[in-house]
């Protein structure tokens, strides 16, 4: 039987102080340390928003030879403590670089590490230069308040089975990846491979009876990507889609692309997609296989979103008529309920399309609708074609358990300050951008232009003395992007500007630089 005793006042009291006097002490001790472990679980728990990665404010920039032999390499940016560049350094030398991309990276906040590979194409290995290899570099940034020191290894060297060498003319090679695989290939090879990034493994594609060369690989943000053989003044083209798992998700006639939201596809004669003569309009591909979720990857990433995209199992493949006049796009891939294409249709006339992105995605998850735009640029146009103009496309899926109801609508039109020229010139458009701002350019135009996503105003950047043009624009997964001036093998002055996610002027030099993505390879020309 339980008792109760009354303790005089003064005693109860005087035990209950000590009592709160003990709790204070546990809390202080257990309160810290449970703090400690919350913040861990939250920061490291799957199914949560990420961590802003402790590299974000740091960038790498890169620079080749004339030749193509050797990569230069600059980490540079701002820490807590300090500005400013914290590394350089040289890969190769090679027998010639095709194409470079990064990898996805991978942060240990223990050790304040990022780790990330860095991937090397050679097209010209070899005593007789006509191998292909690609080198697989492995980059530590070990990261204080104040410094990042920066380590680059060369950790595989993998033989490819594609055609290499440049002795027969030109062969342009094509590379995107997804988390799990990187999809290479070159002009001359009838074969893509691809190459599963943890086991080096090597799986070949090819399309058509004889096979027909490759002609351009694209990827987008989701984990797909298409490999287009064929180029559009060829009597054969085809196309395969890969999903994230690295399975063949569709096979058709015709070549196709899809987009990312970092860097613009160039849409040129024999590269991204163009569809051949023999095929008006959209052609009717239902040859579309069950797929995987792009979240249902081996290589799981600590503090992933919580919930994969409702359209993370749908890709939009994209087409041009041989005029470069006219888009097609097609919205093909799986639901709960249903596989196949889901909506179809197209975008112009215009007076040539030069580069296309795509917006990032907004999800209304009441609604069940996904919104993102799509960025047309056109640097033919005008009745002289030398005018060159911006077409914001908005695209609404919405989705629901077998049915996908696509709608695209065009809602801005912008004049762009840049040099446009007539078809015959072959002048080249640049785009690419980050959440916040596009970065646009012509090979005929010494300024580039920044282009707001949400007010559409426009800041111009370069106007070098004496003038330099425009030869390539280029962004990272992190948001900033280089402006790069004049010919990167040929003589004559060159220039950089390296712009923040927030629009804003980072840095300036007098060489060119590019910066890599880690879905669309940069495609070196031959």
Partial sequence: ??????????????????????????????????????????????????????????????????AQTIVDWNVCGSLPGSSGCYGSGTL???????????????????????????YVLEIASGPN??????????????ITTDTDTVTITLSQTISLPLVGGISNGPNQTSMAANKQFLFIGTSQSPVAVEVNKRTFSVTQFSAGSPPINISSITANDYGY????FGSFNTSDTAFIVVGPDGSTVEDGDGSQFVLNTDQAIKVTAAHAGIQRPAHGGIPDLPRVRPFRSPHDQEERVLAAPAAAPIDGTLYTRYNVDPDHTNIGWNVCGSLPGSTGCYG??????????????????????????????IYVLDPAS????????????????????????????????????????PLSSGALPFMAANTQFLFLGTDQSPQAVELDKRTFSITQLGGFTPPINVFAILANQYGYATLSFGNFRGGGNKAFIVAGPDGSDEEEGDETQFMLDTVMGLLLRP
């Fill in 344 to 373: 179809s249709g197209s975008l112009g006339p215009f007076g040539k399309v030069g580069a296309m992105l795509e917006g990032e995605p907004k999800t209304d998850r009441h609604a069940n609708t996904v919104t993102r735009a």
């Fill in 225 to 228: 990507a298409t490999l287009s």
């Fill in 1 to 66: 039987m339980m008792r109760l005793y009354r303790l005089p006042q003064g005693e109860f009291w005087r035990r209950k102080t000590k009592e709160l006097k003990t709790m204070k002490t546990l809390m202080n001790t257990i309160y810290p340390k449970f703090a400690l472990f919350a913040f861990a679980w939250f920061a490291f728990s799957p199914g949560l928003p990420a961590a802003t990665p402790i590299d974000t404010t740091l960038y790498t920039r890169y620079h080749t030879d004339p």
């Fill in 92 to 118: 190769g030398p090679f027998g010639k670089v095709g194409a470079l991309m990064e990898g996805e990276p991978k942060t240990d906040r223990r050790a304040n590490t990022v780790t990330r590979a860095i």
């Fill in 382 to 421: 005008g009745p002289n074609q030398n005018e060159v103009v911006l077409y914001v496309y908005t695209k609404v899926d919405t989705i629901t358990t077998d049915s996908d109801t696509v709608t695209v609508t065009l809602s801005q039109t912008i004049s762009l300050p840049l040099v446009g020229d």
């Fill in 129 to 142: 230069q006509n191998e292909v290899v690609l080198y697989v570099y492995t980059k530590v940034d070990t």
